[in-house]
């Protein structure tokens, strides 16, 4: 078993100090404390989201190694956060005064402390940790009671070694390259196996390049996991990666596999496939297992919202897709100028013709219609999919009248109705006439076309 002596880069970061809890945008906080169990002043960092509101609730990210992790762990949670990937969370760090005295492992060096306990350094950090700065964060600063705890090398090892103390007050970890003695695992399996209904969200990254003890800590572990597969919550992923560069390279995965429940829906497919399938009340149910897991309040995301849809108008599932179209409008995903336009799309999509129609003249019928756009959807429906050319001519006369911008292009689809399907050429002639006196550049035709039509009419007549 060794220890890695890690190069510690400072990274230079602006920081903010104070701030005003009813409305704060982004801000780097640096905090001093003096705590009882290290008997000295000790350094925390803290960052908070886009647009921080006290009166919300947040999960909160804790790392230690606070020199290495804080600014790599604060960037990435942001972007992943703006674009709502993981929900909006405060991370907080811990600065180390004496990192090797803080954090080195247990590897047998105190006979009279079994390797399964911390040492001296570490029991002092965990107390730091738990019963001080938590309780700081928690004073200050409205949060949800979703607490991560990051660690890398060293603290990865007490990340680790937290996970089975009926004390830790941590719901999810991220262990980056730990390294474990073999009681440790064995300690750790057992935990796993007695605690199987416990709910323990573990992610543990290895790196191809680093020292093979901290490699074999994760192929342990990895084993540990696939045997208590009915747990869900715990990854061990490898990367082509050495000791330092093993941080950037799996942090991204760690953070989204700790918010795995977050607008989570890969399980739709399977379950909208059950009889008397409620699309209402499961997502529902989603949106409430998220809310109670990470302790906030959340409602149905749009982006999430056009995915099911998505997976229902492959469905061709007409009773579903009618249930989510509501809960489209319950919600006003729609806005209001093309409420039914996007309705008969999906029915479009799904192969329901007939629904499609009813709500491209809906459209119509509430005074939307931009361009032509509104008229070209319902006449390619009549006159393609439900084969009533006859209908699809009358609809296009009576448009002429809603939209007399449409008249010229509307008259070439009426002659080249008529000529595709042998109705009366009379109507055609007189409707291609108008496009050829009348005739304007536009997207649809060209004069050439239209004079094609004509000749093409004349010669049946």
Not at 116 to 139: A, D, M, R, W
Not at 179 to 193: G, P, R
């Amino acid at each position: 078993m060794k220890n890695l002596i890690i190069i510690i880069i400072f990274l230079n970061f602006s920081i903010v100090f104070g701030q005003d809890n009813k409305d704060i945008k982004n801000q780097l906080i640096e905090k001093k404390l003096t705590s009882q169990y290290f008997n000295n002043e000790r350094t925390i960092k803290i960052f908070l989201p886009t647009d921080f509101d006290n009166t919300k609730k947040y999960p909160v990210i804790y790392t230690l190694d606070g020199f290495g992790l804080f600014e790599i762990t604060s960037s990435y949670s942001k972007f992943l956060m703006d674009y709502d990937v993981i929900p909006k969370s405060i991370v907080v760090s811990i600065f180390h005064n004496d990192r090797n005295y803080e954090t080195n492992p247990n590897y047998g060096q105190n006979i009279n402390v079994p390797k399964t306990e911390f040492l001296e350094g570490s029991e002092k950090l965990k107390n730091h940790l738990i019963y001080e700065v938590k309780p700081l964060i928690e004073n200050e600063y409205s949060t949800s009671n979703y607490n991560i705890l990051i660690g890398h090398s060293n603290t990865a090892t007490f990340v680790n070694e937290l996970i089975s103390k009926k004390y830790s007050p941590f719901q999810a970890f991220i262990a980056i390259s730990p390294d474990l003695a073999d009681e440790q695992i064995t300690h750790f399996k057992k935990y796993i196996s007695d605690n199987r209904t416990e709910k323990i969200v573990y992610f543990v990254s290895s790196g191809i390049k680093d020292d093979k003890y901290r490699l074999e800590t994760g192929m342990s572990l990895d084993r540990v996991f696939k045997a208590n597969n009915d747990n869900k919550l715990l990854l061990h992923k490898i990367y082509k990666a050495g000791h330092l560069d093993l941080v950037p390279k799996s942090l991204n995965d760690a953070l989204m596999f700790v918010f795995s429940d977050y607008r989570n829906f890969d399980d739709f497919d399977k379950k909208s496939s059950a009889s008397n399938f409620s699309a209402k009340k499961y997502l529902n149910e989603k949106i409430k297992t998220t809310n109670t897991v990470y302790g906030i309040s959340t409602t149905l995301n749009e982006d999430d919202y056009l995915y099911i849809i998505e997976q229902i108008t492959n469905k061709k599932d007409k009773v579903l897709l009618e249930q989510i179209l509501n809960i489209g409008k319950e919600n006003s995903f729609y806005p209001e100028n093309h409420l039914y336009s996007d309705r008969a799309q999906f029915y479009e999509a799904a192969g329901f013709y007939e629904e499609a129609l009813k709500n491209w003249k809906l459209q119509l019928e509430n005074g939307f219609y931009q361009n032509i756009f509104y008229f070209e959807r319902p006449f390619k429906l009549l006159n393609e999919e439900l084969n009533r050319p006859k209908e699809g001519i009358e609809f296009l006369k009576s448009s002429i009248k809603k939209y007399p911008n449409g008249k010229l292009v509307f008259n070439y689809w009426i002659a080249k109705t008529i000529l595709n399907n042998n109705l009366n050429e009379k109507d055609g002639i007189k409707a291609i006439e108008y496009c050829i006196e009348n005739f304007k550049e536009n997207r649809k035709f060209s004069l050439e076309d239209a004079k094609k039509v004509q000749s093409e009419l004349l010669k049946n007549n």
